[in-house]
């Protein structure tokens, strides 16, 4: 009898992620196998760009707590569309959503809590020279995880360098 394997598919609810958890039901997946969708939200980001887009460096305590709330709602919301995506495939699973500063630390963290035997990733397949000074979740996790990694790469997107 094989082992049961617990297999970790990050999600973040873009083109490039549901086209890695597609390829991954169609391609690699085996019966028996424990999916677990990662989800990161990206709270640094929502708080920069949101509130200090349009106006000068201020710390309204009441703004703050309004927007963390509308960021729950929908990171609530994209978490149920995540469970749904396992339900409509008729697959066992869990979606898991897990706080960190940066996305890739926050997967490979789940891939160690869960005890994942694979990652499977998406890439949106940045440019050479924006990969360069900006990384990306796939680069990270590919030179720091110590299981095997799959990154999909969307057919549609043709990058050039």
Not at 35 to 42: H, R
Not at 85 to 113: F, N, W, Y
Not at 129 to 137: A, D, E
Not at 145 to 159: D, L, N, Q, R
Request: hydrophobic share 35%; proline share 2%.
């Amino acid at each position: 009898m094989a082992e049961q394997r617990n297999i970790i598919v990050a999600v973040d609810g873009s083109n490039h992620s549901d086209y890695a958890f597609n390829w991954y039901i169609e391609h690699l997946y085996k019966e028996g196998d424990n999916i677990i969708l990662v989800y990161v939200p990206e709270l640094n980001e929502m708080l920069h760009s949101a509130r200090w887009n349009n106006s000068v460096y201020v710390n309204d305590h009441d703004d703050l707590k309004s927007m963390l709330r509308d960021e729950q709602d929908r990171i609530k919301k994209d978490l149920e569309a995540f469970a749904e995506k396992l339900r409509q495939h008729g697959l066992g699973g869990k979606v898991k959503s897990v706080m960190a500063t940066k996305p890739g630390e926050g997967i490979l963290k789940a891939a160690e809590d869960e005890h994942a035997t694979m990652l499977v990733v998406g890439s949106r397949g940045r440019g050479l020279l924006r990969r360069t000074f900006m990384g990306s979740v796939s680069d990270y996790i590919i030179h720091h995880s110590h299981i095997p990694v799959f990154v999909c790469k969307h057919p549609s997107h043709h990058e050039t360098h």
